[in-house]
């Protein structure tokens, strides 16, 4: 089992940026995985899992807690007749590979999400009109010590978020693998879905160091049109910039720090509420 007690938690998260912490694993088999939550529960140790690192933003600050990546967990994938089995650690890409191979269809608007299979449950991942939820039958997950499984309708929900983001360090529900059943579809069809999506991403969404959005849209407008209507695309603060493409997106453009970040959320967020009375909720999940 890898244990770097020296890397930086910029170095494991998709906007770059962040101090560091109590020590960094990186298991390589769900056997590892497990028997590692298992000995950090047994001695109450405080720890955080996480994917890919996106839609993450961690403080340039010392964090009293140990970080578990997944990304190097060997990814499982499976299927008995409609219904499919990924690891926790599978990316949403790699789903939708396996899903196009055997012309199954629940992943092809998924798959532009820079994400895996676990963070996308634990954040309420959705694109398009199409939600990681919609097709999810149960879940494995580590639960009170024990390894357990638990159908949809058990898990606490919502928009952009679910009940895996609400005991962060310690003794929380950790996702092992999931179960989705899918909707036999033409492959051709699959394919023809998952590039329309990837193109209006291309042209409404920039490229760079982000964590993608960072406040959910409200019930009736996108939060970037709202920080646009502000007139803040392009503001920048050492080296963030709120992107001249999306205004909803922040982009490390030049070894910024968590400070030039925190700036401008709080400016977007601020100037929103004084311009239009609406509070932003955060898409990205801070930790400060």
Known sequence: M????????AAITSVKIGGSCLGIFMPKTNEEFIKLLKKL??????FKV?????????????????????????KKMSKRDNLVKFSSSTTLFDAYQFCLKNGLSGF????????NIGGAIASGASCYGESIFDNLENLTVFQDNKIKTISKNK??????????????????????????????????KIQKTYLEVCSKR?????????????????????????IDKCGLKGQC????????????????????????????????????????????????????
């Open 2 to 9: 890898n244990r770097n007690v020296e890397t930086s938690l």
């Open 41 to 46: 529960y047994d001695k109450n140790l405080p």
């Open 50 to 74: 996480i994917g890919n690192g996106t839609n993450l933003l961690f403080s340039d600050d010392f964090h009293p807690f140990f970080v578990i990546s997944t990304r190097k967990i060997a």
């Open 108 to 115: 092809e608007k998924l798959a532009s999400i820079p994400g």
């Open 155 to 188: 898990i606490e929900k919502g928009y952009h978020n679910s009940f895996f983001l609400k005991n962060r360090f310690y003794h929380p529900e950790i996702i092992i693998s999931a179960n989705f059943k899918l909707k036999t579809t033409d492959p051709c």
């Open 202 to 226: 291309k042209q409404t969404q920039p490229f760079g160091r982000s964590f993608g959005c960072t406040f959910k849209n409200t019930t009736t407008q996108s939060a970037g049109l709202l």
């Open 237 to 288: 603060h050492g080296g963030a910039k709120i992107s001249e493409q999306h205004a909803n997106f922040i982009l490390n453009q030049n070894n910024a720090t968590f400070e030039d970040f925190d700036f401008l959320i709080d400016l977007a967020k601020r100037k929103v509420k004084e311009n239009f009375g609406i509070e932003l909720e955060y898409d990205v999940e801070i930790i400060k």
